[in-house]
């Protein structure tokens, strides 16, 4: 007898716990827009109050809007910080990421209905109806698939 090597079971994922595994995709990931929960103000956003913000080569905008800058707070490390961004500031930042984080959701929660609605695209395939020629043709190859 050959001894193969034994397996676990992988077990499938039903369609269900992909589905709700799908769903927690569109819920936010993050409190703060502003930061993602980091403590410091995303390039992208720095960008729209400092256009030519290098996140390599300067300080880094602190969050003031949310308690997440506070790992941030020890003596070493606050010189390395840029504190001008107010909590106004980080508020409008907040405000302007979670309104594109919304307007991708919905988008991406569109086309994801439209992969999933498999009915309309049936139908879009059977809205032509077969020509009269095709018909024919079609039944002169079952008659020949008989006749073999
Ligand atoms: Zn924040």
């Not at 400092?50 to 997440?68: F, G, H, M, S, T």
């Not at 209905?113 to 109806?129: A, E, G, M, P, Y």
């Amino acid at each position: 007898m050959v001894n193969f090597p034994q397996l676990p079971r992988l077990k499938r994922q039903s369609v269900k716990e992909r589905e709700s595994g799908d769903k927690q995709i569109w819920q936010p990931t993050c409190q703060c827009f502003c930061c993602h929960d980091f403590g410091y103000v995303q390039a992208s956003l720095v960008r729209l109050i400092v256009p030519d913000y290098d996140p390599d080569k300067d300080l880094i905008p602190i969050c003031q809007r949310c308690e997440a800058n506070e790992r941030w707070e020890h003596p070493d490390v606050i010189p390395s910080f840029d504190r001008r961004f107010t909590r106004e500031i980080c508020e409008q930042l907040h405000e302007y990421d979670r309104a594109n984080w919304r307007e991708w959701a919905r988008k991406k929660q569109e086309d994801n209905n439209k992969v999933i609605d498999f009915s309309t695209v049936v139908k879009s395939l059977r809205k032509r109806q077969r020509s009269q020629l095709e018909v024919e043709q079609a039944q002169r190859n079952h008659l020949e698939e008989r006749a073999k």
